[in-house]
């Protein structure tokens, strides 16, 4: 029998049968470990970043800034805020910013970018930093009998490109996919069609991840990133 096994906190158990479990519960996911998917590929290089929201900036578009050693960019987003990152190496994450989120954040703008750190320091934060000390991206083994992974839980790449929701989304629609012809060949196939879209994206991704780049070469590195998104859309308007 397909399923699982729960334990609330009143450590009361119960099972759930069902033809099909996925994991879509992150890069340390839980189900992966308890089927014991097994990691074949992982990235060289990791990135820290620190976030938050603000409001009344007067930013209207996506802005993305590179200077060696920094990238930190404005995501526009629901009611009115902006998601305004800032991204280092993993070691400056560790040794520098995570003592002071907030000064860290700041100095990194001023850094990249004086003009939006200028935004930021009138503008109005509306929740609290969030920071992500880094983890270096991997492919790990994304479907069994009665089990299939999808997003970060079977994949996961560095956040500095930005790409993990489609990532998700584009997943979701190949498992369904597979779930529905219901057979082992064709989750193994869903993994396998994942691998060939996926490979350059986390190669370019990881390559930019390791801020060995001057500006010249991460112009290179984002328009290569550009080529792989358009073939990756025209292979996911063919799912149809």
């Known amino acids: 029998m397909c399923g699982v096994h729960l334990r609330d906190s009143d450590g009361h158990d119960s099972q759930i049968a069902a033809e099909l479990v996925v994991g879509a519960d992150g890069a340390h996911s839980t189900v992966a470990d308890l089927v014991g998917a ?96 880094g983890q270096a991206g991997f492919f790990r083994q994304s479907s069994g009998p009665g089990w299939a992974l999808i997003g970060d839980a079977g994949y996961f790449k560095d956040p500095i490109t930005a790409h993990g929701m489609t990532d998700a989304l584009i997943d979701a629609e190949l498992l369904a996919l597979a779930a529905a012809a219901g057979t082992e060949r064709a989750l193994a196939d869903y993994q396998r069609a994942r691998d060939a879209r996926a490979t350059s994206l986390f190669d370019v991704t990881d390559s930019i991840a390791s801020f060995d780049w001057d500006l010249a070469k991460v112009q290179r590195l984002h328009r290569s990133l550009s080529d792989e998104m358009k073939r990756e859309a025209v292979e996911v308007n063919q799912f149809h």
């Open 38 to 133: 097994q990691r074949y590929r992982t990235a060289h290089h990791a990135t820290g970043s620190v976030f938050s929201y603000w409001s009344n900036t007067g930013i209207d578009g996506f802005e993305w800034y590179f200077r060696p050693g920094v990238s930190v960019g404005a995501i526009p987003t629901n009611g009115g805020l902006t998601c305004i990152f800032a991204s280092v190496p993993q070691s400056r994450f560790h040794d520098e910013i995570r003592r002071d989120t907030a000064a860290g954040h700041q100095r990194v703008l001023r850094e990249c970018n004086p003009g939006l750190a200028t935004i930021v320091e009138a503008a109005s934060r509306v929740e609290r930093y969030r920071g992500f000390a």
